[in-house]
């Protein structure tokens, strides 16, 4: 079982699909991205049939393998009344009501049980179909669905697992011997130790199947899948030419599928296939699958009959564990993350650094297949991330090199000198940050030499056998990406003559870390001039590039990309080892965003810790269990762990209240409760614990494997997640500037489309914003008759409370801090007018900029001065006070602001609704430092 704990499962609130009469928004797929899911070729072609009792079964299997990766089954042994018992159990299972199901759903690091589809977050929509999944005894969660009638879904499982074994080492007997392999070539075939999984798939029938997807494109990690199907079509397989295919049910026929075990085992011969489940409106389909692979712990490679020299092996070995966790990561790009490079058979020469050459051409669809991906990736992104080139060791000595260099004297990296502009030492203070070094031609060994001598005269060996060796492997990469470039575009004569006149710079550049207040901009935006770059950052990052959208986008190279720029392997063609394993922790910044994005989106989460040793786990349950059976008033008391500790400061910090950690930590109590819920007695409810939330500030829980604890989820559909536009570098100098018209283009958009946008801004400093909330709190507890004197002459400027409709609601208009703050306050209040004037300045220049932004996308620029100078603003301060006991929590009546445009802060409780152009209202969610900006009816 351990096998498949590869990843934690999203969560996602479990909706009765049966019962939905429209599509939810949370599951409509049609877009540019995903296609309609119903479309499939009309191509008569069809998945291949085949008759086992055939005696060309082998032939014809291996055929079906190498051309279509799938194919039906007939006479394969299975007896039919037992596809019928299935089927009907699965009917049974998933006809339950769903509070019945969600007893046996799949925990959050677990893998049997039911739920939604594994592969469901690496995709935007949710996906119109429910599952449940067995693998090793299926008794635990049966159970929970049949307290009293378990035992003959257990059986039939367990006799349907013993007839798909059998079956599916039938069909990999006839796979592999078609390959000229036999099982006793596979050591492991005959071990009994395979390690199945058996998965139930509903789909209920759709209100809108056009727009839905029953299960998303996606490759299985088997090295067969055996799938029964019910009546209904929805299976479609996808095929080089006429694409998505129907795989039409056949009665009585299963389908058998290659999965990627299988593709790496064959060396590529047998390509996995890429399938997908659509649905319909008026049937509902069921499947059932058979997920075959090895032994969790064998490793699979490139079986040794099926390589040679001129077939080199493409991956290396890799168990089913660890490629579960590899798909857990890439998810479909899994494949080639494991790929091998093929052996240096003549892709690239290093000795001969005028060009490159490729005489292997069996190998050749490796090299077509690459240079297909680097032209499009420039074509559509203008660049694109190479993997695997470089070793890891050689990666962090060139580091430690390069750490070395920046931290000499400056009077001695003056000493890089270049008649070229920027090829030498470079510091600027219109960039603070940042400086750089370069080395002309790296790839010469004696330029590096005499860089090295430069800096050190003494020597520094180290340094520059890491550079050498760096350059050169950059060098090869530089040749290879424009020899496929140049072949691309049909210019490969023309290549020896660029390589011979193209110079090359090697050059190395630190971004120290910005002080206070200083900013983070590293390098202004630029296009660089040369004909091509090849970047490596360490893991700190800070690469933004621009889109074809002129939207900047930040990119981390690895496995942990904000954007998902094609990854191109190009470890087939040059680098022969196989990649070391890496843990990166998560730093501190990184932990502390999932605990607030966790404590924001579920109010908690699951803490992992290892200082806790499953023998002290034992011992304190041995400990309590002595505890529960003494006397009751001998039992008692309390301790603090050092996990709460470090996530108060965690969310303290999140909410730029680290200051008051300390007072916090003294004046909070503790208490350390020990909790025992016997087991019920016959006819006694479950309940150990009535529906509640903690009173306290924070819980940390603990539990023995029983289990118990239900919390209660808010609907996600009701959240909505704003477009997120950085207003922080930007000023109304920067008019017409890249920095300008892109944001310009975000803002347009996003009022387009929702009529308002999330403004991070940093200009709000943390302690400015903590002073004008403790002043709006000084504010709304004067007296009535103090906050009634707020009395101007617009309507609704001035104070506004006590009203029937929403009697929990209170606001004051502000028009001049001065002048206000001397009518609340007539012997006045210093800090409530400075933070408030403070506050004023900040928010309108944000709002001049909005604006201007917004006739410039209406190419009325010309009216923009007398609009400025017609328009007048207003701060208003609001308060919504807790409700009372049956009281209605309406803070504010639906309403569009009449004004052009709001700037809208709230503290940490939010409340905020908009209605969407769908007339749907959502809760919209957005971060204490950041801005909702809304258009009010003058701007529409």
Sequence with gaps: MHTFKSHPIIYHKHLDLNSMKELPE???????????????????????????????????????CKTWGVFQITNHGVPANLLQDMESAGRKLFALPIQQKLKAARAPDGVSGYGVARISSFFPKLMWSEGFTIIGSVYEHARKLWPKSYTTFCNLIEEYNEEMNKLAEKLMSLMLGSLGVTMEDVQWANSNGSCPALQFNSYPACPDPERAMG?????????????????????????????????????GALVVNVGDLLHILSNGLYPSVLHRAVVNRTQHRLSIAYLYGPPSNVQISPLSKLTDQIHPPLFRPVTWSEYLGTKAKHFNKALSSVRLCAPLNGFVDSNDHNGLKTHNRDDRFIWESIRTDVFNAFRDYGCFEASSFVSIDLQESVHDALKQLFDLPLETKLRNTSEIAFHGYVQSPKVPLYESMGIGNPFISENVASFTDLMWPHGNAKFCESIKTYSRKLHELDVTVKKMVFESLDLENYLDEEMQSTGYLLKMMKYRAPEPNESDIGLHTHTDTNIMTILHQDEIGGLEIQTKDEEWIRIEMGSDAYIQLPVIDFSMLSYNQNPEATDHLLHWDSMKTLVLESLQKYG????????????LHKSVYGAMKNLFDLPLEMKAKNK????????????????????????????????????????????????????????????????????????????????????????????????????????????????????????SFDGVSPDLRESVFASL??????????????????IFNGYIGLAEEVPIYESLGIEDPEIFSNIMWPDGNRQFCDSMQAY??????????????????????????????????????????????????????????????????????????????????FKVKFSPNSFVVMAGESFN
Excluded at 640 to 655: A, D, I, N, P
Excluded at 785 to 793: F, S
């Design 26 to 64: 949370s599951h409509a797929w049609l877009s540019p991205d995903h296609g309609s899911p119903s479309k499939a070729s009309s191509n008569p072609d069809s998945v291949p049939v085949i008759n086992l009792q055939d005696p060309n079964s082998m032939k014809l299997v291996g055929h079906a």
């Design 215 to 251: 299960l998303a494109a996606h490759t299985d990690s088997t090295l067969l899948t055996i799938l029964h199907q019910n009546n209904t079509s929805g299976l479609q397989a996808h095929r080089d030419g006429p694409g998505w295919v129907t795989v039409p049910p056949i009665p």
């Design 604 to 615: 908690c989460f699951q803490a992992s810790m290892d200082g806790v040793p499953p023998e």
């Design 640 to 759: 603090l762990t050092e996990m709460e500790r470090m996530v108060k400061k965690m969310v303290f910090e999140s909410f730029d209240l680290g200051k008051h950690l300390n007072e916090h930590m003294e004046l909070t109590r503790y208490v350390l409760k020990l909790m025992k819920y016997r087991a019920p007695e016959p006819n006694e409810t479950n309940l150990g614990l009535h529906a509640h939330a903690d009173s306290g500030i924070m819980t940390v829980l603990h539990q023995n494997e029983v289990e118990g604890l239900e919390i209660q989820m808010e609907d996600e559909e009701e959240w909505l997640k704003l477009p997120t536009i950085l207003f922080s570098d930007i000023s109304k100098k920067d008019r017409g500037t890249l920095i300008w018209d892109s944001a310009k283009n975000q803002v347009f958009k996003a009022l387009q489309e929702y009529g308002c946008f999330e403004a």
């Design 777 to 794: 709190k000084q504010l709304f507890d004067l007296p009535l008759e103090t906050k009634v004197r707020n009395v101007p002459d617009k």
């Design 840 to 921: 004023t300045k900040m928010l309108t220049e944000v709002d001049e900029i909005v604006r201007m932004m917004v006739l410039e996308s209406l190419n009325l620029e010309k009216h923009m001065d007398e609009h400025m100078e017609l328009t007048s603003s207003l701060v208003r301060v609001n308060k919504y006070r807790m409700p009372e006991k049956d009281e209605s929590d309406m803070g504010l009546l639906s309403h569009a602001d009449k004004n052009v445009v709001t700037i809208l802060h709230q503290n940490e409780v939010g409340g905020l609704e908009v209605q969407t152009k769908d007339e749907e209202w």
